[in-house]
Every structure is written in structure tokens, then in C-alpha cells.
């Protein structure tokens, strides 16, 4: 007999599709499920579909994004298995949850944006909502062990919607230009980052030149389009999705319920413009850096470099050491590395081969090689930690397609 389950989520929200889209393909593999999901103007013009409307209905489980203390009660007394996707409030008041970690995600945000060499960041976020104030925690905690002062400006979700866009712009901007620069913002959402984009505009700043801006959601449909490209951090909606719709299933089969959130890994942070750059005090090595970043895909040696930085071999040996405590030649090489590790998740496949040509390593054998040095793993051993990471069978050769899509909602 089919097991009858409702997905009542906001369906115009992308992040939350794709979860969709990771309980459909459980739902596949497990058989026997009829999916009832909400309609496209969920809560919006022409009807909804909300968690109170459910009553009565004559279902076996229900999957909902819930952030309402009312509608938790509800679910609580709706009298079929319920697992929440939801995470604004700081509790799941006896029903299950499942979401993205995101206290791991700011610490993936701080990471990306240290290894740059960045040494002042600050988080642009929501006050009073836990998934922003986790975000936050992640990030300043990172940055703390890093040694690094991390800022906060936090809006209140309430009164921003009802401010005229001109303001929401405004007072952000003012902020911005209180910084240090270069700075690096983490903003809690890809929303909020194109907001951020807009106050720099307002302020007189460059982006990644003064602000190295990194969003959360990997919504393609902000960053990609974005002036510049938005780097984001993927929060793996797939996986959660799955996990949710495995919860479930157990749940529908008798199994007791958790008692403490399910959180999944983000899947990494895709690197567009917004952050593409390398950032130093000395301006023969940030020269310098900026050829490396500019020319990764190509073959080239030390001696352009120095060239280009209008220096002798030597000097830039020196200042490579006394600025980043690293030849030239090796820090190269972990550039390369680590442009090979961002080639892995994006959604176009690729060979090892395709890769270590990409990423400007003459042969794969030398790729292999370096790749292994640096990071301790080979890239077939890394390839399948993204994999399991994503939820997503091995799949030898070739590197997993990971498309993540997302909005400004958690």
C-alpha cells in the first residue's frame, strides 16, 4: 500500500526545492510513496498550504519548513509523523528536524575567506534568528582561532521588510565604510550579499579590491548573475532532503523519533569573482599573486613572475619568505592545488586529466603528486569525500555534478 506524504514547503524558494528534489529521489528508491506537495503560491497570491490546513487529512507523514511556534504546536498535535526542515527558531519543540549545519557553514565562510589572506572580517546577518546566529558563531569562531577580529552587523527580519529599498541599501553601506580594508563580510544569505553588493556600489567600494564578499545558499540564480559573481557556500539540499525523507520513513514505520537536530555538512563554498583574489601588504607580492590567480589554467615559471612584479628572481624569493613564509614556487603550487579542489564541486564533469590541465599542472602524474603533498589525500580519495558528502553515489573517472541552488531563507 502506498504511504501518502505531504511536502509543505515554500516552493519559490530554490534551497528548498532542491530538498524537494532529494526527497523525490529517496522517495524513488524507497517505492510506494504517493507526494503530495504544496502548490506554487504557497502562501502567496491565489492560495496556500500550511501546516494548520492539513488537519484532517487522511495521510501517513508530512515533511514542512517551520519556523512558527503555532504551526510547531500543530505539528506536534497533528497525530502523523511530521519532521521539520526549518531552522529560525532555536528549538524544535518535540519535532524532528533535519537541516544544514550551519555552524560548520560560517566556519567554511571563514576558512575561504582566510586563505586568502585576509586579516579582518566581519558577518552581515539576521538579529534573533538561530540559523544566522549559529552562522555567526561558526565564522567569529573560526576567525578567533585565527587570530583575526570579526565584526557583526545584524538586521532585524521584522522592520527590514517594511523599509523602501533605498534604506535597506543606506544604513548598510555606512557600515561598510567603517571597515577595514580589505575586508572579508560573510552574509548570512545570497540575498543579503547582493544587498551587500548594492551598499558598495552606494559606499565607493570594490569588490574583492576592498570587500571579498561571500553569500550562503550557492543560488544560481544571484550568483551567477551578479556584477561580480557571487561566491557562496552550498548547503548540500539535496543530502538534506533525503535525510528528511529517510526520517521519515522510519518514522511511518513505528521508530521513535530524534531528539536532537539531524544536521548535514555543507558541501564546500563554490568561489566566484567576488573573492577571487589573494590579498598582501607588500605590494611586489600582491603583484605578483594577482598574475598567479590571473593565469592558473597556464603554464608558466618563477622567472615571469618576477617579471611581471618587475623584480629579480631573488627579491621575490625574499619577499615570498618574509611575507608568506613560502617560496614562490610553493605557494604556486598550492594555488594550483587548491583551484583543482574548487574545479571538483562544480557542476560540470570532469576527468583528472581535464583537472590537472585547468588547474596549469603539466601532466596528471605531477598533479597526483602534488595534490597529495599538500592535502594528504589523493584526488580520487578527495573526489570521494565530496561525493559522500553530497549524497551521491561513486561514480569512477569523473568528478560528481553538484548543483546547489538557494534563496534567503534557511
Known sequence: MNKRVAVVYPSSISWVTRCMDGVRQYAREAGGWHILSSPPAFRGVGGSLSLKEMRGWKGDGIIALIDDRRELRTAAGIGIPVVNLGSGLPGSFGVPRVSVNHFKAGQMAADHLLARGLSHLSFFGWKDVWYSDQRSLGFAGRAAEAGVKCGTFLRNPNTEIAKYWTRRIAEPAEWLATLPRPCGVFAVHDYM???????????????????????????????????????????????????????????????????????????????????????????????????????????????????????????????????????????????????????????????????????????????????????????????????????FPPRDGIIPALIKKSSDVA
Not at 550557492?218 to 550568483?223: E, F, L, P, Q, V
Not at 535525510?243 to 563554498?269: F, I, T
Not at 597526483?368 to 553530497?390: L, S
Open 193 to 391: 550579499a547582493q544587498l551587500l553588493m548594492e551598499a558598495c556600489q552606494e559606499a565607493q567600494l570594490r569588490i574583492p579590491d576592498d570587500i571579498a564578499l561571500i553569500g550562503m545558499d550557492d543560488d544560481a540564480s544571484i550568483c551567477e548573475h551578479s556584477v561580480p559573481t557571487l561566491t557562496s557556500v552550498s548547503r548540500n539540499s539535496e543530502r538534506v532532503g533525503r535525510e528528511a525523507a529517510a526520517l521519515l520513513d522510519r518514522m511511518m514505520q513505528g521508530s521513535s523519533s530524534l531528539s536532537a537536530d539531524l544536521l548535514v555538512d555543507p558541501d564546500g563554498v563554490v568561489a566566484r569573482q567576488s573573492t577571487n583574489k589573494l590579498y598582501c601588504s607588500d605590494a611586489v607580492v600582491q603583484s605578483a599573486l594577482d598574475y598567479m590567480r590571473a593565469h592558473l589554467a597556464s603554464q608558466f615559471n618563477i622567472e615571469c613572475i618576477a617579471e611581471h612584479a618587475m623584480v629579480s628572481k631573488r627579491t621575490l624569493e625574499m619577499r615570498f619568505r618574509e611575507c608568506l613564509q613560502s617560496s614562490p614556487h610553493d605557494f604556486l603550487t598550492k594555488l594550483r592545488v587548491q583551484h583543482a579542489q574548487a574545479l571538483m564541486q562544480l557542476p560540470q564533469r570532469r576527468t583528472i586529466e581535464q583537472i590537472a590541465s585547468e588547474s596549469g599542472f603539466g601532466t596528471a602524474p605531477a598533479f597526483y603528486a602534488a595534490f597529495q603533498r599538500i592535502t594528504g589525500k589523493t584526488p580520487w580519495r578527495y573526489r570521494k569525500e565530496i561525493q559522500k558528502i553530497a549524497g
